[in-house]
């Protein structure tokens, strides 16, 4: 398998197999591939808006970094097992 090569089992591809194809089957595939993109973007919003709202509170940073780490883990697994979408 090429490393540059994704599998299966990246974000991209399991919100797009999971939840872009099964809101929008008649899409076209590359129109469902490019529909993850505002997802994906939503997603690490989150994380990129409280680092600005933190900037200045160490505490606050690493707590959010956690928070955002389960998160992450959470819509993954949940993806991953068929659960969602």
């Known amino acids: 398998m090429d490393p540059g090569h994704p599998n299966r089992l990246d974000l991209h591809s399991l919100v797009k197999s999971r939840i872009v194809n099964k809101r929008f089957p008649n899409w076209p595939g590359v129109i469902q591939n490019a529909a993850v ?29 956690v928070a955002c780490a389960v998160a992450y883990s959470l819509v993954y697994a949940r993806l991953v097992r068929f659960k969602w979408g």
């Open 37 to 65: 993109s505002p997802l994906i973007w939503c997603f690490a919003a989150g994380p990129a808006l409280l680092a600005l709202v933190f900037r200045n509170h160490q505490w606050a940073l690493m707590a959010s970094s």
